[in-house]
């Protein structure tokens, strides 16, 4: 149980173009997904989280109309990297998380999306 | 920041007991031990989470000390598929949306 999927695995786009990357809970329902980002030899950075059906919430430093976030249902959320940059290659990584009022919470990763900008 | 404390680096051996060390002096008392683990290109995979007790799964151990100051991954017998990143991350986990903070984690290196 608790498997999270992300697709496209990687990627490689021309500078300018917008990149679509899916994010799916395939057994469980995630109120909350969240999106990471990391480059290489460096830790995971937390981008945004995201509720289903509301507006998601940017760390400090992200820029939200560069990083659309939607999270449509509760096993779907997108990240839209818009007019990628070479400096927006990184590895991109999703964590979906259910709470349903009891118990603790735990997050689930997906494998993540390699993203590549010429 | 991360509210952790990991040494950078270990070793061990091949079907020997992985103990790693985690410092989180400044837990709170709502505030669980996760541990993660992170192979090379991959996502991370939950392996374990403790509050105050010792947990323990079919993947590890879990000891966390009586003052929850710090805490120790155990992985009975360590294989080479075990050559992972180990990050032991402090989170409340009470209201859910509670987010990770990652520090540098340990790399674990499993020698035949």
């Known amino acids: 149980g608790a498997v999270v999927s992300q697709h496209p695995s990687r990627v490689i786009c021309k500078s300018g173009t917008s990149v679509k990357i899916e994010c799916r809970s395939l057994?469980?329902?995630?109120?909350?997904m969240f999106w990471y980002r990391q480059f290489p030899k460096q830790s995971l950075m937390l981008m945004a989280t995201?509720?289903?059906?509301?507006?998601?919430t940017y760390e400090q430093g992200v820029e939200k109309d560069k990083f659309l976030i939607n999270h449509a249902s509760l096993t779907l959320s997108t990240l839209t990297v818009t007019s990628a940059h070479p400096e927006d290659s990184s590895f991109y990584i999703c964590?979906?998380?259910?709470?349903w009022g009891r118990g603790t919470d735990t997050q689930y990763f997906g494998p993540g999306t390699r993203l590549t900008v010429l | 920041d991360a509210k952790t404390t990991q040494p950078p680096s270990m070793d061990c051996a091949e079907g020997r007991a992985a103990n790693l060390p985690c410092n989180h002096s400044?837990?709170?008392?709502?505030?669980?031990v996760y541990w993660y683990r992170q192979i090379h290109s991959q996502g991370p995979q939950y392996i374990i989470h403790?509050?105050?007790n010792n947990e323990t799964n079919e993947m590890a151990s879990l000891i966390i000390t009586e003052d929850r100051k710090s805490s120790t991954l155990i992985l009975p017998h360590a294989t080479l598929r075990d050559t992972a990143v180990y990050y032991c991350?402090?989170?409340?986990?009470?209201?859910?949306?509670?987010?990770?903070?990652f520090g540098k984690g340990t790399k674990l290196t499993v020698n035949p």
């Open positions: 995201s509720n289903e059906g509301s507006k998601a």
């Open positions: 057994d469980f329902q995630a109120t909350t």
């Open positions: 400044t837990i709170s008392g709502n505030e669980y």
């Open positions: 991350i402090v989170r409340a986990s009470q209201g859910g949306s509670e987010k990770l903070v």
């Open positions: 403790g509050l105050k």
């Open positions: 964590s979906a998380e259910s709470w």
